[in-house]
C-alpha cells in the first residue's frame, strides 16, 4: 500500500491524509452509517488517531450514539456536506476514515461487513467475506 493515504471532500475545502495502513477495512451496515453515507451501508478504514492529520480546511463535527451507547463524533464539510471520518469514543486511540473520500482506495479492499443486523432487506451483502451482526470481538 502507498503511505500516506489522501483524501477529502467533495469541493476540496477540506483535505486530510493518514501516514499508517488501516488496522481494518469494512463495510458497516448500521443505520447511522446508512444515514450519513445515503446508501445502504459505508466502507470504512480503522486507522490510528494519531497518524490521521488533516492538511487542509476545518471540518464541522456531530457528535451521535452509537449501537454500544459511546458517543461516536462524525467529521464532515460544512461547505459540501461530505462526510468524512468519524471518532468513536469507544475505540480510544483510533479514528474511522470514510472509504469514499479516499483519492485512491483501490488498495482499500473491505475484509468483513459488519452491523449486518441493521442493514435493508434489499441491501447486498457479499458472502466472499466474513458477515457479523454487530461489531466483530477485537
Known amino acids: 500500500m502507498d503511505l500516506p493515504i ?3 471532500c467533495v469541493c ?3 483535505r486530510y491524509e493518514c501516514s499508517a495502513e488501516p488496522l481494518a477495512v469494512a463495510h458497516c451496515f448500521c443505520t447511522d452509517c446508512q444515514r450519513t453515507s445515503g446508501a445502504q451501508m459505508s466502507t470504512n478504514a480503522l486507522v490510528p488517531q494519531g497518524a490521521f492529520t488533516v492538511t487542509r480546511g476545518q471540518a464541522k463535527s456531530f457528535d451521535t450514539k452509537a449501537d454500544s451507547g459511546n458517543t461516536v463524533s462524525r467529521y464532515f464539510c460544512s461547505t459540501c456536506g461530505s462526510n468524512l471520518w468519524s471518532v468513536p469514543n ?3 486511540g483510533l479514528l474511522v476514515i470514510k472509504v469514499g473520500t479516499v483519492d485512491s482506495a483501490t488498495s482499500l479492499e473491505p475484509r468483513m461487513s459488519i452491523y449486518c443486523a441493521s442493514k435493508q432487506p434489499w441491501a447486498v451483502v457479499s458472502d466472499a467475506i466474513p ?3 454487530k461489531m ?3
Request: aromatic share 6%.
Open 131 to 133: 458477515q457479523f451482526e
Open 12 to 14: 476540496g475545502a477540506v
Open 90 to 92: 469507544g475505540m480510544p
Open 6 to 8: 489522501t483524501g477529502g
Open 136 to 138: 466483530p470481538p477485537a
